[in-house]
């Protein structure tokens, strides 16, 4: 459904308010999320051509927000006294490209898809969230706008995706705040800790990447230094089953 911009900020304005949430409101948005959809398509197809001319291992995926994690989003920032344009959000339409790369490659990635894009005449900025993380998420976004609207690249290593899985696993767990930061909505120190404990591996993991990063630059051998993140790989691993099993216990 085509809306004028807007028209969408004004619907965004509805959402916040949970009375005025109403199902004309919410039909509304899904009519709205499924023009979105095809944007997203074709924007997956672009990094899907990219991908397939590559050696290194990635795997790309995608998803849209539903209706229910978008009015979420914008009643959390109204709560906190931030009103969110609906318009403006960056990361509705999302892609995911993950894999065992290093660092240099991650670079790669996101120069060659920012390339793509920009060459059909759809401009593009980035968020390094290596260096900037948020809660210890890192990865590297490439926001394109296609027709005024905008689909999130993200770019992850084997590490990082691991790292932002179990992090959403127990983010569904105890309160899907605390990836903004909040406190969870139970569990208390023991979660807090649980929290504390997976900045310091993303912490970690990134220093590990780091310093394959340089032995990559400089020519170095490339098996060598994803090798060299192994243990902290198999770690992720580990932990993410068993969030799995905390989950599934929990909602059984």
């Keep these: 459904m085509q809306m004028s911009k807007s028209a969408v900020q004004k619907l965004g304005k509805r959402l916040e308010v949970p009375e005025q949430a109403t199902e004309e409101a919410l039909a509304l948005l899904e009519d709205w999320l499924i023009d979105y959809d095809e944007l997203l398509s074709a924007a997956r197809g672009v990094v899907d051509e990219l ?50 790369v290093t660092l240099v490659e991650q670079d790669q990635l996101r120069d060659w898809i920012i390339e793509r894009f920009e060459s059909q005449g759809h401009s593009c900025t980035t968020k390094d969230r290596r260096i900037e993380p948020v809660v210890g998420y890192r990865a590297v976004h490439v926001i394109v706008t296609l027709d005024g609207r905008y689909v999130e690249v993200q770019i992850r290593t084997t590490g990082q995706d691991l790292w932002a899985n179990v992090f959403e696993r127990v983010a569904d767990i105890f309160g899907r705040g ?50 060299a993140l192994q243990p902290i790989v198999t770690q992720l691993h580990d932990l993410l089953g068993y969030t799995e099993e905390m989950k599934g216990r929990l909602s059984s």
Excluded: F
């Excluded at 930061?181 to 208390?188: F, K, N, V």
């Excluded at 990447?209 to 170095?220: K, N, R, V």
């Design 178 to 227: 605390i990836r903004y930061g909040e406190p969870p909505e139970y569990g208390g120190e023991a979660v807090a800790d649980v929290i504390q404990s997976m900045e310091a591996t993303s912490a970690r993991l990134y220093e590990l990447e780091c310093m394959a990063y340089e032995e990559d630059s400089t020519g170095g051998d490339r098996e060598g230094t994803l090798s």
């Design 51 to 100: 991908c397939d001319t590559l050696e290194w291992p990635v795997s790309v995926t995608h998803r849209l927000k539903t209706t229910d994690t978008l009015v979420q989003k914008l009643q959390r920032a109204k709560e906190k006294g931030a009103s969110t344009n609906l318009a403006r959000i960056q990361d509705i339409a999302g892609i995911r490209v993950s894999g065992a």
